[in-house]
């Protein structure tokens, strides 16, 4: 159980295009769900959550304008990377967690490569 | 942000060894998660501990959440090619904020 897909799992966009990631939980309800950004060789740096039916809550220095999220039902959320320059390329990460459950079960990563 | 202090940073041992990794914090956490990252993968979450003083196995690997509800340690027995990865605490603290405070991670690299 705790199934947590992620998808696409690897993408190359040119510069100036818009790139929809998806993460779904397959079986389980996520009331909440993440997303992160890796650097090579660093922890998880988190970018925003998002719960069901809300607009999502961004950290600090995150542009919301930039990384659209939307979480419209209890098993899927995405992030739309708009407009996408090569500062953009990175792992990004989703993961998705149960109402009153202190526990986070990851997607296995998008690859983004911004040409 | 804060952040776990996780030690040690990387490790290279030799098959059939055990491994033992810990974090420590400045303030109370309520619950420690341990997760395993392979290069290209998400995490993928080994143990779940939820009370002070707990010790919990999966397998060849175990963890504690500490006392002090400061730390948690992961021990790895008998460690085997498969192991290498890199190994992520992660813990809610007693702020409850809902964000996950993760270490700096462990990678373990086994020489067979």
């Known amino acids: 159980g705790a199934v947590v897909s992620q998808h696409p799992s690897w993408v190359i966009c040119k510069s100036g295009t818009s790139v929809k990631i998806e993460c779904r939980s397959l079986?389980?309800?996520?009331?909440?769900m993440f997303w992160y950004r890796q650097f090579p060789k660093q922890s998880l740096m988190l970018m925003a959550t998002s719960n069901e039916g809300s607009k999502a809550t961004y950290e600090q220095g995150v542009e919301k304008d930039k990384f659209l999220i939307n979480h419209a039902s209890l098993t899927l959320s995405t992030l739309t990377v708009t407009s996408a320059h090569p500062e953009d390329s990175s792992f990004y990460i989703c993961s998705a967690q149960a109402s009153g459950k202190n526990i986070q079960y990851f997607g296995a990563g998008t690859r983004l490569s911004v040409l | 942000g804060q952040q776990l202090n996780q030690s040690p940073q990387s490790m290279f041992i030799q098959e059939g060894e055990d491994v033992s990794m810990n974090c420590t914090s400045s303030?109370?956490?309520?619950?420690w998660l341990w997760y395993k990252q392979d290069p290209g993968e998400g995490p993928v979450l080994l143990i779940a501990l939820y009370k002070a003083g707990e010790l919990t196995s999966n397998g060849r690997l175990t963890a504690q959440f500490g006392i002090t509800r400061k730390d948690s340690f992961l021990n790895i027995s008998a460690s085997i090619p498969s192991d290498v990865g890199i190994y992520f605490c992660a813990g809610y603290d007693s702020g409850n904020t809902g964000k996950l405070i993760f270490g700096q991670g462990t990678t373990l690299q086994v020489k067979p």
């Open positions: 303030s109370i956490f309520n619950t």
């Open positions: 079986d389980f309800q996520a009331t909440t």
